[in-house]
């Protein structure tokens, strides 16, 4: 019996492209198979020059929307079944964008919450690494609190630091991802443990590029983990044993 034909996996990336790039990583290396043409076909739009996601939702910056609707427009155009941000501030215009998208969206958000859930159910406490423009326009707060758990963000102090660490001239966006960047995202997640979150989330696709799961007391959830393998199963493929999120 031949297998069934799988899906193409869209990837609307650029936001930032180190993050994109882990994330067509992930897929690849989440995927069971024993030969190159067992991997699921994956089509990724790699677009920098979309405009900031932070600066639109604070500061009313110029919007993101046009630039992420011609991502997606290109993704159907190039055969793309359903696709994904690997950016989580993104998922702010979500609604917008699966409003007039030609192509289903997988919401990061809601495939987060939803594996907290299932993997650990009597998590009421968590602690949420991300960008100010996330903290602000709590689309995480949302979801979390609509599952009956509360979510901790850093104090404004932390806040600040953290995204020093991600958008500094020597931070995480500029490519380093070691010496200072690495401490000050280390040092805001031991506060938020400290404070009483069971898990941290990984709210910005940038913060699993210099913190890992071996570094906290508590487990380190990371959306993009969890992303991979939704599409992983989406696209009909075969998550490897092991990388569950």
């Not at 030969?35 to 919007?63: F, K, M, W, Y």
């Not at 998922?91 to 030609?102: G, I, M, Q, V």
């Not at 979510?151 to 070691?178: F, W």
């Not at 069971?198 to 508590?218: H, K, M, S």
């Amino acid at each position: 019996m031949s297998r069934k034909k799988p899906l193409t996996i869209g990837v609307l990336g650029g936001m930032g492209p180190e993050a994109t790039a882990r994330f067509f990583e992930l897929i690849v290396k989440s995927t069971r198979v024993v030969r190159d043409q067992e991997h699921l076909p994956v089509i990724v739009c790699n677009l920098p020059g979309i405009p900031d996601r932070t600066e639109a939702i604070l500061h009313g910056g110029p919007s993101p929307l046009p630039e992420l609707r011609r991502g997606l427009a290109m993704l159907g155009r190039a055969g793309a079944d359903f696709a994904v941000m690997p950016c989580v501030s993104a998922h702010y215009f979500f609604r917008a964008l699966t409003a007039r998208s030609p192509i289903p969206l997988v919401d990061l958000l809601a495939e987060t919450v939803a594996a907290v859930g299932k993997r650990r159910p009597h998590v009421a406490t968590v602690g949420l690494l991300a960008t100010t423009g996330t903290v602000r326009s709590r689309i995480f707060q949302a979801v979390f609190e609509a599952a009956g758990i509360k979510v901790l963000v850093p104090d404004p102090r932390g806040q600040e630091r953290l995204m020093k660490a991600i958008y500094g001239r020597t931070g995480i966006k500029a490519g380093v991802t070691s010496g200072r960047p690495r401490w000050i995202v280390l040092d805001v997640a031991a506060s938020l443990v400290r404070r009483g979150a069971q898990v941290v989330i990984a709210g910005c696709t940038e913060v699993p590029l210099v913190l890992d799961e071996r570094d906290l007391p508590v487990p380190l959830i990371d959306p993009l983990r969890i992303g991979a393998t939704v599409c992983i199963r989406r696209a009909g493929g075969r998550v490897k044993a092991g990388r569950r999120p």
